[in-house]
């Protein structure tokens, strides 16, 4: 089946660093990523969908210039969070989408970020 | 605009019991719907969809049909396992090359 991994799987940082997560889709072409957070005990957040070769789109009330998404290959997409605060723990999922395919996404395990 | 509802947990179940965890939704179009499943300290991973109305999704004795007249996609097992235990969500897409819409998930811990 299709599978998409995360680097990394957890990271703890500083307050004021910058910290980039992978998102890969490792057999197949993606030509849509999406990131999501979520928060202990609630639902996925949607942040930004991206595709390949463009920019985001963001969300609304997502910063832009804070989470930096960039979807560089048909396989990649980076999310960085920049000069990272505590409150910008959380987990993060990312998701592909397959080539040619409307409906199905499939999901990374995740990264779990902590600011100390 | 889309979005979808679904019962709040937690849900505790002893093994072998019936369940339901019911979900509705609200969209423009025909949207295809889903149900994930997240193992503790695991990704979202795709449990079953249905992509148009009166649709039964299956996978692992989990079951939902598609309801357009009552909106609704409501997941059903009739006997749980300890293995079971997870937190389900319910999502949408409308129509086209949208992103997910996400219920906020129901907990189901199944004791033995």
């Known amino acids: 089946g299709a599978v998409v991994s995360q680097h990394p799987s957890w990271v703890i940082c500083k307050s004021g660093t910058s910290v980039k997560i992978e998102c890969r889709s490792l057999?197949?072409?993606?030509?849509?990523m999406f990131w999501y957070r979520q928060f202990p005990k609630q639902s996925l957040m949607l942040m930004a969908t991206?595709?390949?070769?463009?920019?985001?789109?963001?969300e609304q009330g997502v910063e832009k210039d804070k989470f930096l998404i960039n979807h560089a290959s048909l396989t990649l997409s980076t999310l960085t969070v920049t000069s990272a605060h505590p409150e910008d723990s959380s987990f993060y999922i990312c998701?592909?989408?397959?080539?040619?395919?409307?409906?199905?996404?499939?999901f990374g395990p995740g990264t779990r970020l902590t600011v100390l | 605009g889309n979005s979808v509802t679904q019962m709040e947990g937690p849900v505790t179940l002893s093994e072998e019991a019936f369940l339901t965890i019911n979900c509705t939704y609200t969209?423009?179009?025909?949207?295809?719907l889903f149900w994930y499943v997240q193992y503790p300290g695991e990704g979202l991973q795709l449990l079953l969809k249905?992509?148009?109305?009166?649709d039964k999704g299956s996978n692992k004795g989990f079951e939902a049909t598609y309801r357009k007249e009552t909106t609704s996609f409501h997941l059903e097992k009739g006997s749980v396992q300890v293995s079971d235990s997870a937190v389900y969500f319910c999502?949408?897409?409308?129509?086209?090359?949208?992103?997910?819409?996400f219920g906020k998930g129901t907990r189901l811990s199944v004791i033995a």
């Open positions: 999502a949408l897409t409308p129509s086209g090359n949208t992103p997910l819409v």
């Open positions: 057999d197949f072409q993606a030509t849509t």
């Open positions: 991206s595709n390949e070769g463009s920019k985001a789109t963001y």
């Open positions: 249905a992509t148009k109305a009166d």
């Open positions: 998701s592909a989408r397959p080539r040619g395919s409307a409906d199905t996404q499939y």
């Open positions: 969209a423009t179009g025909y949207p295809s």
